[in-house]
């Protein structure tokens, strides 16, 4: 069974240009969260969807936004992009609205701000 | 706001050696406990979900234990090997929405 799957792998912007990050879940799985790591504030969650509809959102700023489509596929977007975005953003997946079911991580998109 | 804390922040180990690693968490009010490997600079890899009402789950060399009532958790690695070297990360789920609240990690390093 495949993994969770995140395209780009690395990617590159500057500061002022919008990016979208794309997650494909394990097949099956309804849930995706995104999380953003940084060497600074480690690994903070940003939002979660079930079944199209964003269940939990974290402490971001509006610049960051994502949506679900019906085949489990989720992107994220951010806007207007800082310095200080710059950190590995992660996916997870899981199979349903359960809190108790096991999350399963995709390798990242690396996304650096000059 | 749950505050997660894993110590030690990096361990260097002989190959071989049993370690522990702890995770103490501020609110258990928790749904379940998840531990976690990072190989540097890539994803996480799911080792153990303790749900709330259990108190260990083992999955070969590694085990792990959940004390909800005092808010600590440890993850048990036997007979360490030089592939265990990542970092290690436990994560905590509440009772109300779906995110985790990831500890800062503990950088595990076993010397052959």
């Known amino acids: 069974k495949a993994g969770v799957t995140q395209t780009p792998r690395y990617l590159i912007k500057t500061r002022g240009q919008q990016v979208t990050l794309s997650c494909s879940p394990i097949?099956?799985?309804?849930?995706v969260s995104w999380y953003q790591q940084t060497p600074g504030q480690g690994l903070q969650f940003l939002f979660e969807?079930?079944?199209?509809?964003?269940?939990n959102k974290g402490n971001f700023p509006g610049r960051f936004s994502g949506r679900q489509f019906s085949n489990s596929r989720s992107e994220m977007n951010v806007s207007t992009l800082e310095l200080g975005d710059s950190a590995l953003y992660l996916c997870?997946?899981?199979?349903?609205?359960?809190?108790?079911?096991?999350?399963?991580f995709g390798p990242g998109t690396r996304l650096t701000v000059l | 706001k749950q505050e997660v804390t894993q110590i030690p922040a990096a361990l260097s180990v002989p190959e071989g050696e049993n370690l522990v690693l702890n995770c103490s968490f501020t609110?258990?009010?928790?749904?379940?406990l998840q531990w976690f490997r990072q190989d540097h600079g890539k994803g996480l890899t799911s080792l153990l979900l303790?749900?709330?009402?259990?108190r260990e789950q083992t999955s070969g060399r590694l085990n792990a234990s959940l004390d909800k009532s005092s808010g600590r958790s440890t993850l048990y690695i036997a007979a360490s090997q030089p592939g265990d070297s990542a970092t290690y990360l436990c994560?905590?789920?509440?009772?109300?929405?779906?995110?985790?609240?990831f500890g800062t990690g503990t950088s595990l390093t076993v010397i052959p």
């Open positions: 609110d258990s009010a928790i749904y379940n």
């Open positions: 969807y079930f079944s199209e509809t964003q269940r």
């Open positions: 997870a997946s899981s199979r349903g609205a359960l809190l108790s079911n096991e999350q399963f």
């Open positions: 303790i749900q709330s009402s259990q």
């Open positions: 097949s099956g799985h309804r849930s």
């Open positions: 994560a905590v789920r509440g009772n109300t929405g779906n995110q985790f609240y």
